[in-house]
Structure formats: C-alpha cells, structure tokens
C-alpha cells in the first residue's frame, strides 16, 4: 500500500517559519505520542519560500542587524544545535556530547620531539597543497630561540589572535608561543575590521599579529572614528606580504606602537627573520637572521655568493621542517643538505639585512630576458588610480610568454588600460611592460594575504567545482 | 642540553604554573590554563574513546573559536597529530587533504556537516566526523531560494543513506524536468549543476525522527546585500560560498516555487510509490509553532 505524506506550501513565509515548522512537526510527533492514535501525525514533506531576504544564523554568526535591516534583510536564529535535545546531522557526532562525558585528567604522552605534532597543508604555486610536517621540536625551537629572542612574551601579554590558528604564523606565533610564555590570547573568530579594533580596545591587547591588509583597514578605521583608539598595543608584527612604509608610519602613529615585519614560511614554523622598528629597521628589508636561523644566499647549483648578489634565499635552522608528508620527492627538491630552499629570491646586504626581489617561480620569461612581476607590480601600484596589482606571465598567440596585469582601482578612480600601459612604458623597458590589463575589484589571496597567482592564471581549475563522473583526487603516496 | 617538550607537555608546564591566569579570552568571556588543561584532556580522553592513538592523524576544520584550543592540545596530549587546515576550503581540497593525511576523524562546524558528508563517500580512512559550534548560516531570498523539509519516522526508510539517496534523487529528477538536465545528486551531500551547487541536502536526526533540510536555487542570490550584514573581507568573499548556480541561470527561464513544489511532489509519488496530500498544521502542531515563534530569536 502507498505510503502517505502531507504537504504543507507555505510560500508567504517569513525566515523565522524556515526553522519554526518543521520544529513545530517534531514537537507534534513528540507529543502525539502520549495522545490517542487519532492525534498521531503523517510524515510530511514542508515547502516553504519566503518573502523578501532573510538570513538564518546560527548563535556565534556575527550579523549586523543594522545593515540588514538597511537592505530590507530579516534575520532569525537558526536551530540550536547545542543539548542533547537538538537534532544532529546523521552519521555524526557532537563534540560537546563526546566530551562532557569524558574525564578530564590526561597526561600528555611520551614524544619524540622529532615526531611530527602537526602537519599544516600550504597551498604552493602549482599542484595540490602539500603538508608540512611540523615536530615538536619545530615548534619549541621556535618559542625558546626565536620568540623568546626577538619578540619575547610575557604572561601578562593579551594577544589578539585574529589571524585563523590553522595558518602557520597564528598557530606558533600566535597559540603555541602563548601558551609556552603563559600570555593570553583573544580569539577572534570571524575578521572584520570593526570587530579587530573592537577586541583590541575591549581586551587591552598588547601584541598584534597581522597581515598588511588589516594594518590597512585598522588605519582607514581609525581616521574615521578618531576617539577611542587603543594606545595598549606594544608589538605589532605584520607578515604575509609587505606592508606599505606610509601605512606603516601613520598606524604607529596613530595606535603608539611599533610594527616589526616578520618573513617566515609554514616550512620553518612561521617566523626566521624579523626586520624592527624605529632605528632598528632597514626600510624595504626582511632583517636579518633571527638568532639560531642560519641564512644566505645562494646560486642554482647551491654555492653561496657574497653580500650584495642575487641568489635563492636558503635557511637551516631547528625550526626547519623535517619536510612533507608522504612525499619524498617533493622534499627532496626543497631540503638538501639540511638546506631549505625557500624559492624566494633575493640578496644580503653589508649589514646582514635580507631582502626579497622576488619568487623563484614566479619569474617571467620573455625572448630569454627576465622579468621580474613584483617590479612591474609595484610601478603599476605607484599610479595615482591604482590600489594594487598582480602581474603574471600568460602565453600569447605566438606561444610567448608575455606580461599581464591584473589591476583593482582605489575606490573612486577611474583609468583605462591603455592609459596604464602608457604609464608603464614610461617607466619600465619594452619588453616588461604589460601586454594586457584586466580589471578586478579584487585579487584572490590566502589566508594570509598572499596573492594567489594561480588563481589568475588561464586554465586555473577551481577545486571548488564537482563534477559528475570525476574521480576523486588521489591520496598519498602511503 | 634540556630536554625538549612535546606541545602537550608545553600546555601542562604552563597550567601548572600559572593555573588562574587568563588563558583564553573568547566573546567576553576568559578561560583560564587550568580550565584549558580541563578541556584539552576531555577532549583527549573522549578522542581516545573513539579509538585515535598516539600518531593517528586528526582533521580540525574550525576558525579561531575555543573548540580549536581544546581540540589541537587534547590531540597533543594523545601525541596525535594535527592537521589544522583552512575552513575555506571545499570539495576536493578537502578530500585531498583527508586523504594525503589520513585523517582518521574531523572536526569541523555544524555548519559543514553538509559539505563533508558529501565528500565522505571519497575519504574511506575517515571514521569519525565530529561537529561543534552554532555557525550555520544561509541566505534566503524571494524568488530565489525554496526550502524542503521533512519530518518523517525513522523507521518510514532502512537507514540514513536510504534517506539521503531517495530525497537527493528526488530533488535531482525535479530539477531535470524543470530543464536542468545535467542535474546529479552527489550521495549525501549536494545536487549539482555545471560542477556547481544548485541544491543541498541535509539531514539530522532526532529522537525516532529524520528531519530533512533541503534547500534549492531556483535563481541568482543578490549576494552583495547580504555580504553587506555578514561581513567578509572583499578578496575572501567568492570563497566563503561554495559556487553555486540556480535553475535560471542554468535554463534561462523563471521557475517560480510553486512549479518547483508540482515538479519536486510528483517527482516524489512516482519515486517513492507514495500519496502526498495538501494539508496544515494539526491543533498540537500549530500550539507548538506558536510557542517556538514567541522565544527569543523566534521572530
């Protein structure tokens, strides 16, 4: 015999009914059954749509209320998913359940400190992400020799921890050097730049680790608000990508703190080299090798070079990786003789200060001549209308590699791309400048704020995309 | 030379000697190191329960909340390792992850059941999918946006597979007759168009109940609107929603709920062997609405 189903239409609903009908359902289902069968209810199939916008969120999901009530958007709550008496995704588990009934004694076990503690997975300019396997070691060596060294903590430190903890720098920086000095860390869950300010105000931070863009938007913040900005900021290092002087100049003015530019990479547990503030800065510079970080520079068959020669950037250190999961050939290529080759190109001064020009990979070739993107990317940045740019390499019609540029305005300005071009040929040799300009509004980056060139670049495949039929990637080698 | 602690010991050195310092400051609220040491160990215990060892690899798909903390040092104490990654990620960048690992369980948000329920079938190694937080979100829109949901008797199919095999097929079929004709249902998880989300299904369970959460784009989401409530950094924005796609940008024609209502519930009977019956709200059910809509956050 045929089953049967009710169906409710509900297509004048407000988003709040998106939750509250079905809820209403299973509290009569729940009741019916203490009741006599005449009450009992059928399974039912609810279609609902609602009128005009609204968002379901759930309790931790920062919504402004203002904003949406200015875009005609109404907001509900979406279902608790807290308590026993919530429903739960099927086939999972909830960790509040498995772990309020577990005891809480636990003493760590035994470890090698060479065993890997974590393994962070970085994104690479090519190819699937690759995971970097970090040892207990790594991470101590980061703490007691660098940390400790160069921008050392205290318990009574607050840190505002704003950048996401699954990102190397956040993860030793941030966590684990917290909890080895005993500070304190302020989470920050969802970046915004009114939120950041917020924290830092509210929990008196004293270190703030974070990347150009959210200097940037601090700094736009602050100008507008004027009153009530926080002066507890004692540390303030930026990484990811460079951060512009003029900004650099006006926050420490503007917050009372210092900002040290930190390089590092997730191979070497975030940090190895941090360029100071104030007197101790070498403008343009990564600084030297922190203490216990051996750096230099060195040509394509591993020899070092002198002070002032363009080479690969090379480091040793215990804070070195011991290299990636699964993967010998990659490590292979990256670690030889104890050496990580960084991929990142650039030169030592006198003084011992490093400095970056450019990424091994990154390089343009074009008729046998070098071009490096970042020296076209920062011409490009120096245009009044521009606010930044990312410069690939793309093969033209004749199968050359050529110069394109990928440009986002400042908010307001307006130029051509032929007027860009002009502006490059002014400046820059005939063959770096750009053959093609496209505008975007924005350029994809990391996490960390790193331009993902790959995402530029013609052809790039969009794992975000299933298809029918497509196999999943293959797992490890092991 | 010392000794070097392992990350796990590191956490307990520090809970011992500064056990009421402020650890953790989340949401106004402060943890202290002994109430971290506290919560990583449950959190270590109710892993080893579930049978991850001492090397084992673990997933944690989770942005800066406390659930973090308590996960990554209760994996230190067991001296598993973790593998924190980016809660940007999505499909296949997940499955790869999971799989070069060999993750043996995830953490993830409640909100991303979905998502991994739908790569699982991909991800043979991974036993145990563990969700945490209230960070669902999902946008609404007239016109664009049609929800379906079930409230049905555990025992109405074999298993929660069953379920999620039948609804996906449904919604799928539905979908091609509206004209989407490459529409296919990944097992567990979304219906798909163009290699892009058109539909998603999720389903949980409750007491001897399934509740089904369905919810498909019949058109295009103003999403700048909602981007301007729920704020996200402008480069970050096209990763924050999976792609997706709706029955009009993929037709080129306006298909209104009702007619996805007709196409979904005929879809149903002629799938399923079953008779679907317009109706409302019965007495009990409809007290019940009323009381739901009337708490906080209800309306």
Redesign the interface.
Known sequence: M????????N?D????D?P?????????????RF?PAR?N?????????????????????????R??A????S????P???GRR???????????D??????????????D?D???????TSGTTG??K?VMLS??N??AQ?SGIVARVFPMR?DD?LT??L????VY??ANG??A???F?A?????????P?LLLDTIA??RSTILFAIP?MYMNLLTLARVRRTGIPHTLRLCVSGGAPLPRTVLAEFENVFHARIAEGYGLTETTSAVCLNGSGECCTPGSIGPAAPGVEMKIVDDNGCALPDGRTGEIVIRSAVVTRGY??NPQETAAVLRDGWLHTGDIGFRDRDGCFFITDRKKDLIIRGGFNISPREVEELLATHAAVQEAAVIGVTDKRGEETVKAFVVLKPGASVGGKTLIEYCSMHLAPYKVPKMIEFR?????S?AGKILKKELRAGYV???????GET?????N? | MAEIPSLGAMLEETARKLSRKEALIFDGHTISYRELEEQAGRTANALAALGIQKGDRVAIMLPNIPEFVYTFYGLQKLGAVAVPFNTMYKGREITHILNDSGAKAIVALTGCANLINEIKTDVPGLEHVILTGQRTLAFAQEGATVFVQMVLDEGRFKSADAVFSAIGAVVAAALKNLGVEDAWYKHQGAVRSGGKKIGSILLSTFENLFIVNALVFLDSLDADSFFRAVWVPPELKDKVLEPVTSVREQTGTVVTSEAFRDAFTEEFRRQLDADVVPGSLGAIERFAYRKIRKRPGGK
Not at chain 1, 70 to 73: A, L, P, R, V
Not at chain 1, 101 to 106: K, V
């Open positions: 045929a089953a049967t189903w009710r169906l409710i239409y297509p609903a407000d988003i709040a998106i509250a009908v079905p809820a209403a359902l299973a509290a009569g289902r729940r009741a019916g009741l009450f209810h059928p399974d039912t199939i609810v279609i609902q749509e609602i009128r005009g916008k609204g968002i379901l969120a759930g309790a931790d999901v920062n919504v402004d209320a904003e949406a200015k875009n005609g958007i907001i509900a709550a979406a608790s998913a807290a919530a429903p739960r995704p099927a086939g999972t588990l909830r960790l509040e498995i772990t309020a009934r577990a005891p809480a004694a636990c003493t760590a076990a035994a470890c400190p065993d890997p503690a974590v393994i962070l997975y699937m992400p995971g207990h070691r991470f101590h703490c318990p607050r921890g704003v996401p903890l699954y990102h956040a993860l966590l684990v917290s909890v080895y005993g304190a860390l302020c989470l920050i869950p969802q970046y915004s009114a509210a929990t863009a999961w699964n509004d924005a350029l994809p980056r996490a969009d794992m975000r995309l299933m298809r029918q999943a990637p293959e797992g490890g092991g």
